[in-house]
């Protein structure tokens, strides 16, 4: 958990140092199978399997900050490599459902204080 803590301070000490970054530049992609997405996920994200995530391609910028998580940051982890890998420049996983809510609730709080 500590180590997810520290995670979610750097990222968004990113953005802090980046002010240029909106909400509007990011993409909330949740990687769990459609009945845990269906069961409560982070409003306004995507559902993608982790194992179908190359779907972005079709549809998705590679320099778009993409938010992937899952039910403990496993296939959130994978689905990052698969992207990283195929050349996605902003990918970060952003770990379980409750850790990414945390992340996106902050990122929100930020973009109020940046404007």
């Given amino acids: 958990m500590h180590s997810n803590l520290l995670l979610i301070f750097l990222i968004l000490g990113s953005f802090i140092v980046n002010a240029e970054i909106t909400l509007n530049d990011i993409l909330i992609v949740d990687v769990r199978t459609s009945a845990e ?9 995507v559902n993608i399997e982790w194992q179908d995530i190359m779907k972005l391609n079709e549809t998705s910028a590679k320099d778009k900050y993409i938010y ?5 940051g496993n296939r959130s982890g994978k689905a990052a490599k698969i992207l990283n890998d195929n050349g ?11 850790e ?4 996106i609730d ?5 973009e109020f204080k940046l404007k």
Wanted: glycine residues 6%; aromatic residues 8%.
């Fill in 68 to 72: 992937l998580y899952c039910r403990s």
């Fill in 37 to 45: 997405y269906d069961s409560g996920h982070i409003p306004n994200s």
């Fill in 100 to 103: 990414a809510q945390i992340i």
């Fill in 106 to 110: 902050s990122l929100n709080a930020q």
């Fill in 88 to 98: 996605f420049m902003n990918v970060i996983n952003a770990g379980s459902l409750e």
